[in-house]
């Protein structure tokens, strides 16, 4: 990550420092390994980091993360093959699942946009859905991410209950920033490098930056009651697909949550 020390003969051989993506650290990284050299992981800390100074500075520098990460794929995908002996399967394993978390919230994004487009269908046409495909590994996957960041911040960090809720809301906020860098990953080369803000020198900006999530929110929830309140002949596939859609806007109200908490902080700082 940002804290590294690498042999500079080792970065020699492989190639230096690589251009064509903007995460270069993690790219470098994942050609030492290919290269059949190792890493030492130390929980002593060598110097510190500064967080994003806003809700919309975080959500670039995540941006910046996944579509790094999706440029990697596309570059060394060759090497994750199962015929491949570049890497280790462990280390094959600890890569793609780390890919997998942007790739899922990606698939939770296009999702939600799919319920969304099929609730009139449902309402004036009379469609009824299949529950299981659709419904199940929306709330399957929901449920996995929910426990994994508890289990994670609870076992790794020490952090308290409150701490790792305001964690997860953090995490699930940025469902459409990483369906948007996942996109771009894959149909767009060579986005410019956007500098997370950092240090308090943030420039104030008059545009809201989860305006599409609050539209996203608003339409899941309208979703939701529609199609509960006009399921009168009590089908039980329509209420399970209502609830999987009010599920799904989860993620953006942890968006505005994420906002109002920063607004709120920024007021109390003003009033101080």
Same mark, same amino acid.
């Given at each position: 990550?940002?804290?590294?020390?690498?042999? %500079?003969?080792a970065?020699h051989?492989?190639?230096?420092w690589?251009?064509y993506?903007?995460v270069?650290?993690?790219?470098?990284?994942?050609?030492?390994?290919?290269?059949?050299?190792?890493?030492?992981?130390?929980?002593r800390?060598?110097?510190?980091?500064?967080?994003?100074? #806003?809700?919309?500075?975080?959500r670039?520098?995540?941006?910046?993360?996944?579509?790094?990460?999706?440029?990697i794929?596309?570059k060394?995908?060759?090497?994750?093959?199962?015929?491949?002996?570049t890497l280790?399967k462990?280390?094959?394993?600890?890569f793609v699942?780390?890919w997998?978390?942007?790739?899922?919230? !990606? +698939?939770? *994004?296009? #999702?939600?946009?799919l319920?969304?487009?099929?609730v009139? +269908?449902?309402?004036?046409?009379?469609?009824?859905?299949?529950? %299981?495909?659709?419904?199940?590994?929306?709330l399957?996957?929901?449920?996995?991410?929910i426990?994994h960041?508890?289990?994670?911040?609870?076992?790794?960090?020490?952090?308290t209950?409150?701490? #790792?809720?305001?964690? !997860?809301?953090?995490?699930?906020?940025?469902?459409?920033?990483?369906?948007?860098a996942?996109?771009?990953? +894959?149909?767009?080369?060579?986005?410019? +490098?956007?500098?997370?803000e950092?240090?308090?020198?943030t420039?104030?900006?008059?545009?809201?930056?989860?305006?599409h999530?609050?539209? %996203?929110? *608003?339409?899941?929830t309208i979703?939701?009651? !529609?199609?509960?309140?006009?399921?009168?002949?009590?089908?039980?596939?329509?209420?399970?697909f209502?609830?999987?859609?009010?599920v799904?806007?989860?993620?953006?109200y942890? *968006?505005?949550? %994420?906002?109002?908490?920063?607004?709120?902080?920024?007021?109390?700082?003003?009033? *101080?």
């Amino acid at each position: 990550g940002t804290m590294l020390m690498t042999r %500079l003969s080792a970065m020699h051989e492989v190639g230096d420092w690589t251009t064509y993506t903007i995460v270069e650290d993690s790219e470098l990284g994942l050609r030492l390994f290919e290269a059949g050299y190792t890493a030492h992981y130390t929980n002593r800390r060598y110097g510190w980091g500064l967080l994003p100074d #806003t809700v919309e500075a975080f959500r670039t520098q995540r941006h910046r993360w996944a579509y790094g990460a999706i440029q990697i794929l596309k570059k060394h995908w060759r090497h994750f093959m199962p015929s491949s002996t570049t890497l280790t399967k462990y280390q094959k394993y600890h890569f793609v699942a780390g890919w997998f978390f942007w790739l899922s919230d !990606a +698939f939770g *994004a296009i #999702t939600a946009f799919l319920n969304i487009f099929w609730v009139p +269908f449902i309402i004036f046409v009379g469609v009824t859905i299949p529950t %299981l495909p659709l419904t199940l590994p929306i709330l399957v996957a929901f449920l996995v991410n929910i426990l994994h960041a508890f289990i994670l911040y609870r076992t790794r960090v020490k952090m308290t209950i409150k701490e #790792t809720m305001l964690s !997860a809301i953090a995490s699930m906020s940025l469902q459409l920033v990483i369906f948007k860098a996942v996109y771009d990953g +894959f149909v767009k080369d060579g986005l410019p +490098f956007k500098r997370t803000e950092k240090g308090g020198n943030t420039k104030k900006t008059s545009t809201n930056p989860i305006k599409h999530e609050m539209i %996203l929110a *608003a339409l899941l929830t309208i979703s939701f009651f !529609a199609l509960y309140f006009t399921n009168y002949t009590r089908v039980t596939e329509i209420y399970v697909f209502s609830f999987t859609l009010l599920v799904q806007s989860i993620p953006y109200y942890s *968006a505005i949550i %994420l906002r109002w908490i920063e607004l709120d902080s920024a007021k109390k700082k003003l009033a *101080a």
